[in-house]
């Protein structure tokens, strides 16, 4: 019995309580042959055939432009399939054509980036080895390198827009399935939906009500249907059994796999709505025990050592690029209005320790302190020049010196003045877990939309669930990624 993972949204209601649900020929089934393995399988020829055709068209083409003759073509050949075989099994290795991934280009074009780069650094350092690089064009190589990385992106984002479209439409629907649901469930989970888009079928849905399944007689009470089912199955080849209703319900689920034990077919079980929270979560294996990894512990030294290195390379660099735009700034804020340049307030940083954060001065006042209002729209405290510094978030730039200060990071939670940050650990559960890591410059709250003034309890519960994301999922590659979408939205005028 196998566990297949849901997510606790509701979807139409397509099931009845034992009628067939046979799926109509609106939604646009693709051929049997179209399952998410042969989609798979496919993926990897069409990488191969691109790497290869690559490989040989640029010796040829370079040498013939250079040259004028074409030398050692078997040699360019046999290194193109060597090449294509190494990145195949590299991106197997790494899951690439799963269809979860094909459909997640930033993730598919990192995986691509790096295994391509890898593969011929690693090819190249072992031609050097043995002494065998000599007879390999550099023009040659190199413009392998770039036809062979462009025709690989271009695919992979014409695979993607094409195996999301298959998914959202049911194309990879073939695996002919049925499911036993408790009465309520098969239309209040996504389950129906989502086994539809990853090549499961569901033919028919037989749904028993909660006092039945509660009861100790449940396989004499639901014989006659346990065996229209079974014979319904035998008759239209099922080749999956789904099973969906709460797990607490131990006697009905061993009561259903013993009724079904004379199919020969899987028979995969659902989380309910209470467990699937759970198995989204890490899973970690102690001893012979698999745990979900409801809170990861805090980054471990090399993982501070990576976020530290990239925080001083990002931050200098930075530095560099907008000391023009800071210098001006400073200059406009002495000509039109009265105070310093710089604001600085208490925030609490990592451990919850306190610091002082460095701001371009946009209000007439200088709060810091147990009582801060909030700025707002329209605020008849913020200057002038203060209005289009925070619609360009410029006035965060001071920041990069609490960067290489140490007391933040590029990415991490924002950190809110000392007196918020009280109140929100009183009301919010979970709020202080936020001081796990250092405090952001930006973060993948503000990114998805929670930045500038959260005045509903609601919106800041929001950008802290997305700040708690951010902490257990954290990554480099997620950094980046981050600090790439900040600046492409740095000029976005809905904030203020």
């Not at 131990?250 to 004379?262: C, E, N």
């Not at 025990?289 to 990002?314: H, I, Q």
């Not at 913020?382 to 007391?407: A, C, H, M, Y």
Request: charged content about 20%; aromatic content about 10%.
């Amino acid at each position: 019995m196998t566990i297949l993972s849901t997510r606790p949204v509701p979807v139409p209601d397509s099931a009845t309580e034992i009628g067939a649900v046979e799926q109509s020929p609106a939604t646009g089934y693709a051929p049997s042959w179209l399952r998410p393995v042969v989609v798979e399988r496919l993926m990897a020829v069409v990488d191969a055939a691109l790497i290869v055709f690559s490989g040989i068209g640029c010796a040829v083409g370079y040498l013939l432009a250079s040259a004028g003759v074409v030398g050692k073509a078997d040699v360019y050949a046999a290194a193109s399939f060597l090449v294509a075989i190494n990145f195949i099994l590299l991106t197997i290795v790494q899951q690439g054509y799963r269809l979860k991934t094909i459909t997640d280009l930033p993730r598919t074009f990192r995986m691509t980036l790096t295994t391509w780069t890898g593969l011929f650094g690693a090819l190249l350092a072992i031609a050097f080895t043995m002494k065998v690089s000599e007879g390999f064009s550099r023009g040659a190589t190199i413009s392998f390198y770039l036809v062979g990385l462009f025709l690989l992106l271009a695919w992979k984002t014409a695979a993607a827009r094409w195996t999301a479209r298959a998914l959202r439409t049911g194309a990879f629907a073939n695996g002919r399935a049925i499911m036993i649901a408790e009465f309520g469930l098969a239309t209040s989970s996504n389950a129906v939906d989502d086994l539809g888009q990853h090549g499961y079928r569901l033919m028919r849905v037989m749904e028993i009500p909660a006092k039945e399944l509660a009861s100790p007689l449940l396989l004499s009470s639901q014989a006659p249907r346990f065996e229209e089912l079974i014979n319904y199955a035998r008759e239209n080849r099922i080749e999956h059994v789904f099973l969906l209703m709460n797990w607490s319900r131990q006697h009905a689920i061993d009561s259903i796999l013993d009724a079904l034990k004379i199919l020969p077919v899987p028979v995969h079980l659902v989380p309910d709505a209470n467990t699937a929270r759970f198995l989204r979560y890490p899973l970690v294996g102690t001893g012979n025990t698999f745990t979900a990894e409801l809170r990861r512990a805090p980054l471990s030294w090399k993982e501070r050592a990576l976020k530290r290195a990239l925080d001083l390379v990002g931050a200098s660099f930075a530095l560099l690029v907008f000391a023009p735009v800071m210098l001006v700034t400073a200059i406009l804020i002495k000509l039109t209005s009265k105070g310093p340049v710089f604001f600085r307030q208490t925030r609490h940083g990592f451990g919850g320790r306190a610091f002082k954060i460095f701001k371009f001065r946009t209000m007439r006042v200088l709060e810091d302190g147990p009582t801060i209002v909030q700025a707002q729209k329209n605020d008849p405290r913020v200057t002038g020049i203060g209005k289009w510094l925070r619609k360009t978030s410029i006035d965060e730039l001071p920041q990069l010196l609490n960067v290489l200060k140490g007391d933040m990071s590029l990415v991490g939670p924002r950190p809110h003045a000392a007196a918020h940050n009280t109140e929100y650990e009183q009301i919010i559960g979970n709020y202080a877990f936020r001081h796990h890591v250092k405090p952001g410059i930006t973060g993948w709250a503000q990114v998805n939309g929670y930045r500038g003034e959260t005045h509903t309890l609601e919106l800041m519960q929001k950008r802290v669930e997305h700040d708690l994301w951010y902490i257990n999922n954290w990554s480099v590659a997620l950094d980046i990624k981050i600090i790439m979408r900040t600046a492409f939205g740095l000029l976005d005028t809905s904030a203020y």
